[in-house]
């Protein structure tokens, strides 16, 4: 049975989660924003996602440069600087005494319109700022399993008609990107460029391994995903050649190994592609996964991680 990445086992905790919505903490349940919002009317905003480990949102800066550089792209004043956000970030985790095992949503929309129109200048307020963390990591079952891909028509698109690099609410593209995938049995969609090379997967990242170089799209058709260039930075600083280059399906079902990448589930293995097993060994399952290769990144992007937290309790204890 096909599942998401980003599926995980529910934790009663979840319940009682305090929500941060523009400076106050709330319960779930009570947890709205206007139908008057730009986020639901249009998906006009910007948003990241944000793995809590001992108490600290990792790669937080990576994140809020990301966050704030999609806000100017499309003219959102954010109404809070860094520091404030840090701040809100951490509130909200200690109100709700959060620690490890966390994901954590942050979204910012445009604000309250007047009416339900698409022109910005209908906003009547300020941004609308949401943080939600729970309880919630991917499902070792599914990680131990890897997964299943299939290549569907929906392509990234040209920057000129809505450019990937946008972390934006409006993810129309990837939806019906993910529900063809879904529709043929599969875990997840690997996405091609308007050129016909690989370009990502619908809500992750997607590298191979070929005779011990490792590859990835050129980036020009998708996020620029902070996980995707932390394996890119742990290859470099390891000696592993890495490559962000154009290849085509060909070259993928051929490949020693794959994987995806993403914040929430970190790599993830694939163990098969349009049908074809991905992998070399003689009895033709494709072998264990996680393959040697995504196993060594593995390690080393936890080893990213560490270092990070380290960083980041440093930064709150000066």
Aim: hydrophobic share 40%.
């Amino acid at each position: 049975m096909a599942q998401s990445i980003h599926d995980f086992h529910d934790d009663p905790r979840n319940a009682d989660i305090r929500i941060w919505i523009n400076g106050t903490l709330k319960p779930r349940a009570e947890a709205t924003v206007s139908v008057f919002d730009s986020g639901f009317v249009l998906g006009d905003g910007v948003w990241e996602g944000l793995r809590v480990i001992d108490g600290h949102p990792v790669f937080l800066d990576e994140h809020l440069e990301r966050l704030f550089e999609g806000a100017k792209a499309i003219a959102l004043d954010i109404g809070l600087d860094r520091a404030q956000l840090i701040r809100a970030i951490y509130d909200t985790l200690d109100a709700n005494g959060m620690r490890d095992g966390v994901h954590l949503r942050l979204m910012v929309s445009r604000g309250v319109k007047r009416t339900p129109y698409q022109d910005p200048r209908v906003t009547v307020g300020p941004a609308t700022i949401v943080i939600i963390p729970e309880f919630k990591v991917a499902k070792p079952e599914t990680l131990a399993a890897g997964l299943k891909l299939f290549t569907v028509h929906v392509r990234r698109g040209y920057p000129d008609v809505q450019d990937p690099k946008l972390n934006s609410h409006s993810k129309l593209n990837c939806i019906t990107a993910c529900i063809q995938a879904t529709q043929a049995g599969a875990d997840e969609a690997l996405m091609l460029d308007p050129h016909g090379f690989v370009a990502t997967c619908n809500s992750t990242h997607f590298f191979i391994v070929r005779k011990g170089e490792v590859w990835t799209s050129t980036g020009d058709y998708c996020l620029g995903g902070i996980t995707r260039a932390n394996v890119l930075r742990a290859c470099r600083e390891a000696g592993i050649p890495c490559f962000e280059k154009n290849f085509s399906l060909t070259q993928v079902y051929s490949a020693d190994e794959a994987f995806t990448t993403g914040t929430f589930a970190g790599l993830a293995p694939v163990r098969e592609i349009d049908g074809r097993r991905i992998g070399n060994d003689a009895s033709g399952d494709g072998g264990a996964l996680p393959g040697p290769m995504t196993a060594r990144l593995r390690a080393l992007y936890r080893d990213l991680i560490a270092r990070d937290v380290a960083f980041r309790a440093g930064v709150r204890l000066a």
